[in-house]
């Protein structure tokens, strides 16, 4: 009965384990992950770091470069040299020779339509030539912690020494959604072009990426996306780079190199399960309110108390999966045994983290609620206190005792033997 009952046991601990662990999509794209935005938590992944090549989705760093270096209303007028190397067949704007039309615009141009000669555009005019914006596309990279990026290009041609990794990409897309300006042209799945100098009539563009839009196929069509970019190259494969917003959880997906039915928009389907992977694992749950009382601390030295309450200095909000509950958690403190008065308001004490066997979800810092003033005659006796117990302190006294001893030994032996002097001089 006992094995059974053992046997009934492990089994049922298995099957709570099981449930706990999120299943991961199937994802049969060579490259993906899937990351948390407010908190760079990697949610999914698979090869990662591999080497493979990026497409057009290397706009999203011509992009990041040019907001920050680029000048949103400056004008840029497009010339002959920003066209070489481009392919006839690759993606464009229909921008022409001689067009002047606004950084904004031209961003716009490259990101909704996926315009090459844009990227060109763009890069000339922040760097003065394409190969010195793209040794800034290598070092922004290297600054941004990439490791498996090189790029050679501003577009996403194919190159055999252009590329990145899922995680990489990842990466450089959260610092760009950073810029107000990117989430906003990322998000938009229309764009007009007013006249320019060259083209008398407005010229419409729509995104290449199907999430955005119910015009183009509106079987990938999701509420949830809120951008970002689409990559296709025969060496590539198709790529895709999306932010979604739901239910208070942000994400980034990566997907290079998809495959399946449909080939062309498999990084669409590919999306989608990181997508709905996301919102049916996952939930965001309020850990903490500011202020809220957290752990008690002990007080010395302070005038009428001898405890306060630690509080969290801000809101903490986890992602948890929806099979762990907030009494689940297990809160490690980094606080000391006790704190002497003088205490400010809002000083920082210490920090709690919220974790499950081993995986941290979630960690907030300490502080104390209330001031709380010194009480002076308990200092004295503490400084005192401290005084008789420095180590310095302690081998004075003690090497203090250890003459005093010697003297008075000193001092009796002398004695002793000044007696026994005088007791024989008198026996003589």
């Known amino acids: ?128 030539s394409v190969p010195e914006f793209v040794r800034m596309m290598n070092t922004r990279a290297a600054e941004l912690g990439c490791e498996n990026t090189h790029f050679t290009n501003t577009t996403g041609l194919h190159d055999e020494d252009h590329y990145t990794s899922a995680r990489d990409l990842s990466i450089i897309t959260t610092e760009a959604m950073k810029s107000p300006v990117f989430a906003e042209i990322v998000k938009t799945s229309e764009f007009k072009l007013p006249p320019t100098n060259k083209v008398d009539k407005e010229r419409t563009f729509y995104t290449t990426n199907y999430l955005l839009s119910r015009k183009t196929v509106p079987d990938y069509y999701n509420s949830a996306a809120i951008g970002i970019k689409t990559g296709h190259t025969t060496p590539a494969g198709p790529c895709l780079v999306s932010a979604a917003s739901k239910n208070d959880i942000n994400i980034i997906t990566v997907i290079l190199k998809a495959s399946g039915p449909a080939s062309r928009n498999a990084c669409f389907t590919e999306t989608l399960k990181l997508f709905s992977y996301t919102y049916d694992t996952y939930k965001v749950t309020i850990v903490a309110e500011k202020n809220d009382p957290i752990h008690n601390i002990r007080v010395k030295l302070g005038n009428d108390i001898d405890s306060i309450p630690l509080v969290a200095e801000e809101k903490l909000s986890c992602l948890l999966p929806n099979t762990i509950k907030i009494e689940d958690l297990e809160i490690l403190y980094e606080i000391p045994e006790s704190i002497k008065a003088p205490i400010e308001k809002g000083q920082v004490i210490g920090t709690a983290t919220y974790q499950l066997d081993g995986k941290i979800y979630g960690k907030i810092t300490l502080i104390s609620p209330v001031p709380v003033s010194r009480n002076f005659l308990l200092y004295i006796l503490d400084c005192i206190a401290v005084f008789f117990t420095t180590p310095l302190v302690i081998y004075i006294l003690i090497a203090l005792a250890a003459l005093l001893i010697g003297y008075i030994i000193f001092r009796t032996t002398t004695r002793k033997n000044r007696r026994y002097r005088g007791q024989r001089r008198r026996r003589y």
């Open 1 to 128: 009965m006992k094995k059974i009952l053992s046997i009934f046991l492990c089994l049922l601990l298995f099957t709570i384990q099981a449930a706990a662990a999120p299943t991961p999509p199937d994802i049969s794209a060579e490259g993906a992950i899937l990351i948390h935005r407010d908190t760079g938590e990697v949610l999914y992944e698979k090869n990662a770091d591999a080497h493979l090549f990026p497409a057009s989705t290397t706009k999203i760093m011509t992009a990041l470069l040019a907001i920050e270096h680029g000048g949103l209303d400056s004008k840029v007028t497009l010339s002959e040299k920003t066209f070489e190397g481009l392919s006839e067949s690759g993606s464009t704007a229909g921008l022409k020779p001689g067009e002047t039309v606004t950084v904004r615009q031209l961003l716009y141009c490259l990101m909704i339509p996926s315009s090459n000669e844009a990227a060109n555009a763009l890069a000339e005019h922040v760097a003065g």
